[in-house]
């Protein structure tokens, strides 16, 4: 037996397109009923003056053939221009359509019914939360993005540094350069818009050096809203066409503050991660900032929670310290997934197994707000692994059996995708993920 929600997928497809053909066939059939009723009078001596010439005409073609009944013939001709006249409505109904959507969208590839399958697949995936920041949370991102469209991404905001610290020390704004990447990597919209917003300037570019083009244009947003950020973010997301949310953790200015090893205590994001010492604890300054309301609710309504991936200290805990966050995970009952990072990272995980990452959220959390870890066990090629020695990072390692032992259940393989840098593959994490999200929705 089919239970609903497999139904809901496999009629997902069609369902609107069926909808807006049979509203629009029933629209026909009443319209050309309205016209025989009201125009019967008017319409009945010009239609019986057509057939009786049309029958007149076919009397004449058959009058070489005697063995064909003309009447015989007149229904035959009815016949074939119906049906031409319906095949020639479709394919020009259809052509037209295709026009249009080429107008709307010019990148558009494939057919009209693919479009259509793919937007109703979208529309109906699992509802998922994504929570982190810098590069690791956008990675994963563009693999999620072409499984569903019910993404809310829930972006730390506490970055001090770069084009996004120059525009909160000079506007007072929330920093949004984690928030242009998510964006951007969630977005529908043409190459060219994508590439306008990951611009950045070149130190010779004066005051503009340094910035990102995307950070300027969501602060002249800001402006345009009368400084309401959320509104701006809002916009940004219509103009880039992006499948689901982006909303940051906290509407309000908080920064971090750290306490580290050597017991010095340590505010600002950039200032701890040069630091130099290893991280003993981290908090949120203020500590009593208020959650974004949207981010509570994507939360309880989720079908699949995804924690990271992204620099352990200044990405993925900084949204756990929201009051209200940690709770509204621990209490979801959906699979929640933390995803490990492939690679450490000097300043913040130096020489962290899987295990000490997991230890580090639970430490600074203080409560079980994940039930998976997704560990790479895929090692890189050995050039990429004797670069990154030299930058000080090495390759996680995946002591799988450590974290069994400490209750979570583990998604091991071989995720990583190596070009330039070693990242996560966003296709295959997506693709994991989404299985476990179709076996909870399945239940």
Known sequence: MINRTR???LLAPTADFGRATGVLV?????????????????LSPILESIGSSIEGGISVLVRPWPQIDADVAAHAAGGILLLT???????????????????????????????????QRLAYGPRIVTLGGGTGLSTLLRGLKNHSSNITAIVTVTDDGGSSGRLVAEKGMIPPG?????????????????????????????????????????????DQASGDFEKAVGIASDVLNIRGNVVPSTLDHVGLRAVLEDGREVCGETAIVASGSRIRRIYLDPANCTPHPMAIKAIQEADLICIGPGSVYTSVIPNLLVPGIAQALRDSK????????????????????????????????EK?????????????????IEKYRGSGQHVVDPDIDVIRTMGFRTVVGNFISETDVVRHDPARVAARLIQLASKWRSR
């Open 26 to 42: 029933v629209g026909i059939v009443f319209f050309t009923i309205g016209c025989l009723l009201s125009f019967e009078s008017v």
């Open 7 to 9: 139904l809901r997928a």
């Open 334 to 365: 959906v699979p929640r997934v933390y995803i490990c990072n492939v690679m450490t990272q000097p300043g913040e995980s130096d020489r962290f197994t899987a295990s000490e990452h997991v230890t580090t959220i639970q430490l600074n959390v």
């Open 368 to 384: 079980r707000i994940f039930d998976h870890v997704l560990v790479n066990t895929a090692m890189p090629s050995q050039s990429a």
């Open 85 to 119: 006249g319906f095949v020639m409505c479709f394919a020009g109904g259809k052509l037209a359509f295709r026009r249009l959507l080429e107008v709307i969208n010019p990148d558009l590839k494939g057919g009209v019914r693919d479009l259509l399958k793919q937007r």
């Open 178 to 222: 984690d928030i242009r990447n998510c964006l951007v990597a969630l977005a529908d919209a043409e190459t060219s818009m994508t590439a306008l917003f990951q611009h950045r300037f070149k130190h010779d570019s004066g005051t503009l050096s340094g910035h990102s083009m995307g950070n300027l244009l969501i602060a002249a947003l800001v």
